[in-house]
């Protein structure tokens, strides 16, 4: 692996070739892909821009040129991060800032405008859309108003099943993410204190993985530091001012992105004299993990998996504090489409790169997680984020 590895351009290109396969395989003609800073993987997948403080989006016809949709601010970076060859780029208000500032730029185009030009270019009868849970009615009115009798569709599926089988340089990036955590939570973890903030923890993880290469921390959440008996309860939290004691859980939930796709790690800590019900029951989670993390082979229907990790935990008697076995694809987005449960029996496949994601639920001394990052493998799954392994291993003797 190079020291910070990236995708290639010519990838980027293949992306809406893969795509355009798709399209035709259902008969469409046109696709809009919308990306904002919740979920800015759709638009980041095709062109390699996520933008800074305002939305983007992508236009593909069948054939001939693909627009990439910037606002006023993004204009200048969009130019300068655009790797899809013979792409063209154009301003729109409607994906500017949100509280609608009115810059006063050159070339800007309301979307009803553009709209009616690719009308007056392309036979338009079927439509597909990315993004049905953050596409904006302000672009989606425009568009059935202008495509007045076109058939809209929703292409989320298919366009995660592009992305669910990573190639040689996704699996790379991914690898480097899964690098720069690991190597954060080596650093950082040996220096909390008592009495230090879960905000301050949450600056030490920040300030370290920015320093050995992340963009940011992961496109999903800041990284968690959830501390005691109450605050540990919360699944998804922003730290407070709370300072951490000794013999208590430390919950903490922490990720990389690099190159735009995302890398996590979450683990328990207790400073300090370790109460063996605290022990007992990460020592189970662990376990629970490793027992699902040896099944996923390809070829393996999750459900065999995720049905043997419930049975660990009901052996263990911890069943009932455990609200959801997690298994989920990793990439853009650090929890991403597909899930996989018992219901779906999806099939694990090679070059897969899935999280797992042990959650343990109202204790009477608090919550916790413990989740790692696979990479499936010809043999079996790699466990990419190496912290847990030597840690729990260590802190559970």
């Given at each position: ?360 639920k109202g204790m009477e001394w608090g919550s916790f997680r413990v989740e790692d990052v696979y990479i499936i ?21």
């Open positions: 692996m190079s020291m910070y590895p990236v995708i290639p351009r010519e990838e980027f290109a293949q992306r809406i070739a893969a795509t355009r396969v798709a399209m035709a395989k259902e008969n469409v003609d046109l696709l809009m892909g919308f990306s904002n800073l919740l979920d800015p993987s759709c638009v980041r997948y095709y062109t390699d821009f996520a933008a800074v403080n305002e939305s983007a989006a992508i236009i593909i016809p069948a054939e001939g040129e693909v627009t990439l949709c910037s606002g006023q601010a993004g204009y200048d970076y969009a130019q300068v991060m655009n790797k899809l060859d013979g792409s063209i780029i154009k301003i729109f208000p409607e994906i500017g800032e949100v509280s609608g500032f009115e810059y006063d730029t050159e070339g800007q185009l309301d979307f009803e405008e553009y709209f009616l030009e690719l009308k007056s270019k392309y036979n338009v009868k079927k439509i597909a859309l990315v993004g049905k849970l953050t596409f904006p009615a302000v672009i989606y009115n425009k568009l059935t108003k202008v495509f007045d009798g076109a058939q809209i569709i929703d292409f989320d599926e298919q366009h995660y099943a592009q992305r669910l089988i990573k190639t040689p340089a996704e699996l790379e990036v991914i690898r480097k993410c899964c690098q720069i955590i690991s190597q954060t939570f080596d650093t950082v973890v040996p220096k909390i204190t008592k009495g230090m903030t879960e905000r301050e923890l949450q600056a030490m993880l920040e300030g370290e993985m920015i320093r050995l290469g992340g963009e940011s921390y992961v496109q999903a959440f800041a990284p968690m530091v959830a501390t005691g008996p109450k605050n540990s309860f919360i699944s998804m939290c922003r730290n407070t001012l709370r300072q951490i004691q000794e013999s208590e859980i430390i919950n903490m939930g922490a990720g990389v992105c690099y190159e735009g796709y995302n890398g996590v790690i979450c683990t328990p800590y207790v400073l300090g004299e370790v109460p063996e019900k605290m022990k007992d029951a990460i020592r189970c989670a662990y376990e629970a993990l490793n027992v699902a993390a040896k099944l996923m082979k390809p070829g393996v229907p999750c459900d065999v998996i995720l049905n043997a990790y419930t049975d660990y935990l009901t052996k263990k008697g911890y069943i009932d504090y455990c609200p959801y076995g997690s298994l989920h694809s990793t990439g853009l987005l650090e929890c991403e489409a597909p899930v996989f449960s018992v219901a779906n029996k999806r099939v694990i496949q090679e070059n897969m790169a899935i999280c797992i994601d042990a959650y343990f493998g010809k043999d079996g799954a790699e466990r990419v984020t190496t912290y847990n392994d030597k840690f729990l291993a260590e802190f559970l003797k």
